[in-house]
Each structure stands twice: as C-alpha cells, then as structure tokens.
C-alpha cells in the first residue's frame, strides 16, 4: 500500500522504517539509551528554569534515560486502559449527543481552565474523562453541559489542584444545574469510570512531556540544541494539543500516536528548513523518531492517517476558517438589582420618521441624533429612545 508524502521527515521516517523494520524493532530502545548514556546530557540553566514551571516537566526532566524509558513502558501499558472510542454523529437526529456538542463542551473546559488558571494537565484529564464517559454511556444533549463541568471538578481533584468553589463553578460555567447537581454527576462519573483519585489518566499530554524531553536530549546529543531552545518551545506544542484534544476526531486516536505526530509536525516546521533534509543531523532526528515510532508499535498507515487530520485542523485553526466556540452568556439578577436597572422595557429602537418634503432646515428629534452634515454619526447603529 503506497503512502502519499506530505513533509520530508515522516517520509524519510517511512523509507528507513520499510528497510530497517526488523532490526529497528529490535534494538531501538537499547540504542536509544545506549546513546543517551554516553554522557550526563543535562539542559541549559535557562531553558530549565523556564521548563521548571510547567506542571510536572520538572519531575521528568530529573529522571535518567533509564527510567524515562520505564516511565514511557508503564505510560505505553496504561495507555489503553483509558482510551475512549467515540461514534457521534454529526446531527442529532435519535436525540444523541453530536460532535459539535462534544467539542463545544471541550472549548468551554479549556476556557475553565483558562479562567481558574489551572495547568493544561486539568484540561486533558478532564477530556479524557468526557470521553470515555460518552463512549461507556448514552447521553442527552441536556445533560453534556453538568457532564462536562462535572468531569472538570473531578480532574481538579483527581489532580489535587487547589480547592475551587462549586457554586462559583457553575455560575462562571452557566451549565444549569445546581452545586448538588454537579457534585452528583461528578460522583457518577467516578463510579461508571473506576476512577482512582490517587492515579491520573494517561493523557497525549503525559507522552508529549516524555517525547519532548528525549528528542531535546538528541537534539544537545546532536549539537542542536541550541536551534531546538530556539524553535521548539513546550508550550507552543502544548498550545496546539489543546486545539486538537477539543477536537472529536483526534479524540478516539492513541495518546501516543497523537504526541508523537504532532512533535515530528512541528519538528518538520523548522529543523528541517534551517538544515536541510539531507542534513546528518536532521537524518539523526529522524532515526530517534523512528525508533519512538517502532517503540510505540505505531504502523505507518495510520501515522500518516493522524498526521493529515492534525495538519488539517492545525491549519483551519491557523488560518481563522473555523469560528470559535461562543456559548451564551445568561445573566441571572436579583429582584433588587433589577430595581436599580434602566427600565429596559420601555426602551424603543424606533427612530423618529425623517419628512423629505420639508423645506424647513430646523427638523425636529426626540432621542436621537441623525445629521447628514456638519456631525458625527453615533457609534451606536441604533440609540434607545425613551418614551415620554
């Protein structure tokens, strides 16, 4: 079965992968480490000071080559135990949950978490858990919004973030339903999942802060260091998984497989275009890629599958073609504020008729102002009128 080539290093990952395919699978994780522990590769005191200050890179930067590859094995091994297969379809036609409800409850998490200003670890948890809870369970629509924030609270805690109050919760997230309400769902959601609040899922984003973390060691192994300080920032991937983890059809895809393409992407942006693809050093970041992708048991249909469907949303995202999530906002307001309010109701927008056959230049108004020479126009199109 022949692959299209879409960016130089997946392919060139593809031509050595069908040659080497055997002896890769072989001995990739011996020469991975093999390689790595050649030396003490150790980060600069600025990059590391930065990296330190995201939730739980600074933890796995501290671990040996050795045990970084039993933190991927045990990631590896859990990573099917929570991964969700979601079939929603695109309009609800037997009162189902859709696709865009799905995302549009994603975005809204994401802008929780913006709002409380929680690590991006709180977003994934909570995703994971929406997921595999609408691939476990049948859900109405009506109920998403309390399953969604729900799903937020229980990743707060599962993750010991600080302490956030419900009734604030719900009145930030407008889902409708009580604090009772949320506590109830989210208890729901813990007993239909078998969720251990000791143990976090295995998210794209456990695997993204392994990934990033080997191929910075190659890249200081390979003399490129510098230009991967430079280029590839934690953040920015982390930026871009946010986008794709609110996306529906990257959520059924393997976490690792996720991570994986989205780093060669992003990789592929810049290593390649400063060194060329037939640069040696390029050509060894390419053979850590493979060795990742044979470790991780990734066939190459299917790398390619991922990597078209994140370069598509990348894409729509990059280029403001899809237009952002916007929930409703509903103001809800005691009888005494109402008291103090401008009396709404009796505010018009009709304007006062303008006379065309009227030689007079003096025209009368009553609350609005509409001149054709000499003023301004409002900035209002339309300007409330009172009734007298």
Known sequence: MSVPVRYSVCNTILDNVNSNSDSIANTSEMHMQRRFNMGELG??????????NIYGYSQLSKLSTEQLFEKL????????????????????????????ARDGAAHVLRCLKVWYDFPSDVLFVATNLVDR???????????????????????????????????????????????????????????K???QMETAPTTPLTFLHIFYIIFRRAAIDLNMN??????????DLVSRLEILACEASCASMRASELALVLICTHMDEHISKKYGQDNLQVQGIVDYAIQLQQLCEIPETTFFETHGIVVNILKHYNGQHKLPYR???????????????????????????IEEDNNNNLRLRTGSVSSEEGEDWPTSPILPVYEK
Request: glycine share 4%; with cysteine.
């Open 133 to 191: 809870f609408l691939t476990k369970m049948r859900v109405r629509p009506k109920h998403m919004a309390c399953i969604s924030v729900g799903s937020f609270l229980l990743a707060v805690r599962q993750l010991k973030m600080n302490i956030i109050d419900i009734d604030n919760l719900v009145a930030i997230s407008q889902c409708r339903c009580t604090s009772g309400d949320l506590e109830r769902m989210a208890s729901i959601i813990a007993s």
């Open 327 to 353: 929930q409703r906002l509903v103001w809800k307001l005691s009888s005494r504020t109402l008291k103090l309010l401008r009396p709404t109701d009796r505010l018009t927008s009709h304007l006062p008729t």
């Open 226 to 235: 510098e230009f991967f300080d430079s280029t590839v920032h934690f953040q």
């Open 43 to 52: 980060m600069p005191d600025a990059a590391a000071a930065i990296l330190d």
């Open 73 to 100: 094995h045990e990631s590896l091994a859990l990573e099917v135990k929570y991964q969700p297969t979601l079939y929603l379809p695109e309009d609800s036609r037997n009162g189902d949950v859709t696709v865009g």
């Open 193 to 195: 999942l078998g969720v």
